[in-house]
């Protein structure tokens, strides 16, 4: 029978803090980069829907080139690349930030795109039969409607890549995984603080999915399930 | 009597298919026309030609003064002194019943809130549902829904109305609600046209009625004429089968 420790975890109060700071920053690195993650979501959804070449060529580029590649080799691009190339020093939180932004955009502008895609074409025909613009149409008919009508997807992509955040701290980002591992490094118990940490993960999880699906009820309460 | 809109031999075709063939036809102001004909035969492309919905190839477009650009560059500058009606409401779902009614006197005509929900609730009320005017679109009968959609479109104090194909989409029994509130508008000396399968409105309410076939415009006549002694035989035939 395995003999399991937890309380080696708790023992040390470095440990505790280590977690409990980890949590935190977990959570406010995923808030963050889902904030700008999805406004740069947004900014290449409309930019790869245009009809204007220059908007559409680089932002499917950026969108093909994230999505198909590995989210650490993109970590280590943005966080030890760019800086040689560009001669810049950031904190490692601040790089990792980045990176997630961007891989979060790529994914967030594809769902974001076929919320588009999904808006009937009766509605902007609507808008414009009563005279209104077009960027009065994209903000005020097309993306409300598109933004409900794949809500569900986005929390979902939300959750899925709070998971994939635990990588950041290959980079040396003391998030929940890079605690577990400082903990498990000191005390040999590996299988105890693994455990802790899939907990950890699977309570945030559902935390932001509960936080996230309340939300879209207060800013889409029209909208119904067809 | 004052021209509202004009069509000089107006041709448009989707692809190799024409769907409009050298089309005239002159409407006076707080003139009523239904468009009758069977499906296919480019009546809602015709209106949809008059509000600069759809291009078209050649021929000329005037409406309320203004000659419509063959590529739709001056749209805007005809949609806002046109108002329509579709088949399918179109009410935008994510808004409430006043917010379909302000949004584009405040955008496009640059009304104050306050102002653009005044002018709404009178056109709620004219066509008889202020009392759903927090109410979203999904919580609103088809017949309902329709009534929105003409107060949506009054409250841009249009020159002209378009309807198409309005009562279409409805179940039979809320045919009339909207048909009465047409009837309504029409008796304010609105300049209507509707393309429409109800030959009861048509006859009670129109000033002509045009006849349409594979994209012509078959005949023309008043509605007393047109019901009692159409000239064509295609007209005849159409009016055969509608009339039972």
């Given at each position: 029978m395995i003999d399991l420790r937890f309380y080696e975890i708790w023992r040390e109060q470095i440990f505790v803090e280590k977690l409990i700071n980890g949590i935190g920053t977990s959570i406010l690195l995923m808030i963050l980069g889902g904030i700008i993650g999805f406004i740069f979501g947004l900014a290449l959804a409309t930019a790869r829907g245009s009809k204007i070449r220059f908007l559409r060529i680089p932002s499917a580029t950026f969108i093909e080139s994230v999505r198909n590649t590995p989210l650490i080799v993109q970590l280590f691009f943005v966080c030890f690349g760019l800086p040689m190339i560009f001669e810049y020093r950031w904190p490692f939180f601040a790089s990792a930030l980045l990176a997630l932004c961007l891989n979060f955009s790529a994914y967030y502008a594809e769902i974001i795109r076929a919320g588009f895609d999904n808006v009937e074409y009766g509605q902007s025909e609507a808008a414009r039969a009563l005279g209104l613009g077009k960027n009065d149409i994209l903000a005020y008919i097309v993306l409300p409607q598109a933004l409900a009508k794949v809500y569900p997807s986005l929390v979902s992509q939300f959750v899925f890549l709070f998971l994939t955040?635990?990588?950041?701290?290959?980079?040396?980002?003391?998030?929940l995984t890079w605690a577990g591992r400082y903990i498990a490094d000191r005390n040999f118990r590996d299988f105890e603080v693994f455990i802790v940490l899939t907990i950890a993960y699977a309570l945030l999880s559902v935390m932001f999915r509960g936080v996230l699906t309340a939300t879209g009820q207060l800013v889409f309460p029209w909208y119904r399930e067809k | 009597m004052e021209t509202c809109i004009n069509l000089n031999d107006l041709n448009k075709w989707f692809g190799s298919f024409q769907v409009l063939d050298s089309i005239n036809l002159s409407i006076s102001t707080a003139e009523k026309v239904v468009i009758c004909g069977?499906?296919?035969?480019g009546k809602s492309t015709l209106i949809r030609c008059v509000n600069a919905l759809e291009p078209f190839q050649s021929g000329s477009v005037n409406v309320c003064g203004i000659s419509v650009e063959k590529n739709g560059r001056n749209a805007t500058d005809i949609q806002r002194r046109v108002g329509m009606v579709f088949q399918q409401f179109?009410?935008?779902?994510?808004?409430?019943v006043l917010k379909n009614c302000t949004l584009a006197p405040c955008r496009v005509l640059g009304l104050s809130d306050d102002e653009a929900g005044a002018k709404a609730m009178h056109y709620l009320e004219r066509v008889r549902i202020p009392e759903q005017a927090s109410k979203y679109p999904a919580d609103l009968s088809g017949g309902q829904q329709q009534r929105v959609a003409i107060a949506r479109a009054l409250t841009m104090e249009p020159e002209l109305m378009l309807f198409d194909e309005p009562t279409s989409a409805l179940d039979p029994e809320v045919v009339t609600e909207v048909l009465d509130t047409m009837v309504d508008l029409a008796e304010t000396g609105m300049t209507m046209i509707c393309v429409t399968h109800e030959m009861g409105f048509a006859k009670q309410v129109a000033d002509r009625v045009v006849f349409m076939d594979e994209g012509k415009i078959i005949e023309i006549a008043t509605p007393e004429k047109f019901f009692?002694?159409?000239?064509h035989e295609r007209t005849q035939f159409f009016l055969s089968r509608v009339l039972g």
């Open positions: 955040t635990g990588i950041i701290s290959e980079v040396g980002v003391e998030d | 069977p499906s296919g035969s179109n009410l935008f779902p994510h808004l409430s009692s002694e159409p000239t």
